[in-house]
T-cell receptor
Framework: GDSVTQMEGPVTLSEEAFLTINCTYT??????LFWYVQYPGEGLQLLLK?????DKGSNKGFEATYRKETTSFHLEKGSVQVSDSAVYFC?????????????FGEGTQLTVNP | DTEVTQTPKHLVMGMTNKKSLKCEQH?????MYWYKQKAKKPPELMFV???????INESVPSRFSPECPNSSLLNLHLHALQPEDSALYLC???????????????FGNGTRLTVT
């Protein structure tokens, strides 16, 4: 079945540091890939997505590229801020007989210190 | 501000109580979802409604009973819950029904449920 593996957290960085959160996936079909972010006390928000190989998703300074050859979708940001502290979930969506469903990674807790 | 509204934000209930969680969206989305999220874990899918019909039930115990009265509303009726059911319950919606792989989910902020 489908699965998503994220780098283990937690990750702690200083403000303005470079961020990479690794994500690799296993899927039988041609999935779409997503990064969701969950701030404390809130639900999940879509951060960015990519629907086919070599697509790059980007939003709020974050970006991730859909790499079919390495089955990866790593999240990067050049300069993190304290306000980026949150839990980040990588997810894939593959088409099933009842419609698609999301498969989430375990999540990576990011803390950015001033 | 989230476009998926969930009420109440917090709920404490005893094991013999009956309560309901409510979810509302006005984006014209055709698929709606219930997820359960335990602390420090990803959300787990419980139910999916597509065009107001139940399309996916992930073998959820019958003490959880979903209802979709119309295309904008989704309820989750709770009865005889156990303490291990304490969790954050998230509602979500997506544009297409049946859900499309390209259609992202829009989540509400959840109801924090505690079963005593």
């Amino acid at each position: 079945g489908d699965s998503v593996t994220q780098m283990e957290g937690p990750v702690t960085l200083s403000e303005e540091a470079f961020l990479t959160i690794n994500c690799t996936y296993t899927a039988t079909g041609y999935p779409s890939l997503f990064w969701y972010v969950q701030y404390p006390g809130e639900g999940l928000q879509l951060l960015l997505k990519a629907t086919k190989a070599d697509d790059k998703g980007s939003n709020k300074g974050f970006e991730a590229t859909y790499r079919k050859e390495t089955t990866s979708f790593h999240l990067e940001k050049g300069s993190v801020q304290v306000s980026d502290s949150a839990v980040y979930f990588c997810a894939l969506s593959d088409q099933g007989t009842s419609g698609s469903r999301l498969t989430f990674g375990e999540g990576t807790q990011l803390t950015v210190n001033p | 501000d989230t476009e998926v509204t969930q009420t109440p934000k917090h709920l404490v209930m005893g094991m013999t109580n009956k309560k309901s969680l409510k979810c509302e969206q006005h984006m014209g989305h055709r698929a709606m979802y219930w997820y359960k999220q335990k602390a420090k874990k990803p959300p787990e899918l419980m139910f999916v409604y597509s065009y107001e019909k139940l399309s996916i039930n992930e073998s959820v115990p019958s003490r959880f009973s979903p209802e979709c009265p119309n295309s904008s509303l989704l309820n989750l009726h709770l009865h005889a819950l156990q303490p291990e059911d304490s969790a954050l319950y998230l509602c979500a919606s997506s544009q297409e029904g049946p859900p499309s792989r390209n259609s992202p989910l829009h989540f509400g902020n959840g109801t924090r449920l505690t079963v005593t």
